[in-house]
């Protein structure tokens, strides 16, 4: 995951290729002008395209990526965020991170207990088998003929 600068540079990366694309489309779309009263029929023959449904489908993007854009300024760090509430912010974290820590070797300790009474009574599974294998009289094989 991309720390917020660099979502941040994306999203304005993004709403320039919109701006450029929304421009480009229009561009394309935009019927012919006439100069002078001089009529061209070079696009006569084409039909007419979707300029408005362009014009929207792209204010819709520019307007989304936007505020997307206001969403991660937002969340940028503000100026009255000092060293002092920062450094009080990652106490507060490492505090956390300690509790957590500590949660975390309690669960392996008693993962750790558990696993040795677990190979302990297969120890001890396998000991019986063998005793029980090794006791029991075992029977010749008749010969062959």
């Known amino acids: 995951m991309a720390d917020r600068l660099t979502q941040l540079q994306d999203a304005v990366n993004s709403l320039a290729d919109q701006f450029c694309n929304a421009i ?3 561009q394309q779309c935009a019927p012919p002008a006439s100069f002078s009263n001089i009529q061209t029929a070079i696009n006569k023959d084409q039909p007419s ?14 307007a989304r990526t936007a505020k997307d854009v206001d969403v991660l300024i ?7 965020s000092t060293a002092a509430l920062q450094a009080a912010s ?9 509790e957590a820590a500590n949660r975390l ?6 993962g750790d207990m558990l696993l ?3 190979q302990s009574a ?10 029980t294998r090794s006791g029991a009289p075992s029977q010749p094989t008749p010969p062959e003929s």
Do not use: H
């Open 49 to 62: 395209n979707p300029t408005e449904e362009y014009a929207q489908l792209f204010a819709a993007l520019i």
């Open 74 to 80: 937002d969340s940028l760090p503000s100026e009255e």
């Open 24 to 26: 480009g489309v229009l």
């Open 116 to 118: 040795e009474k677990i």
């Open 105 to 110: 070797e309690e669960v392996v300790y008693r």
């Open 90 to 98: 990652l106490r507060q974290l490492e505090e956390e991170n300690q």
């Open 122 to 131: 297969l120890a001890d599974i396998a000991q019986s088998q063998l005793r």
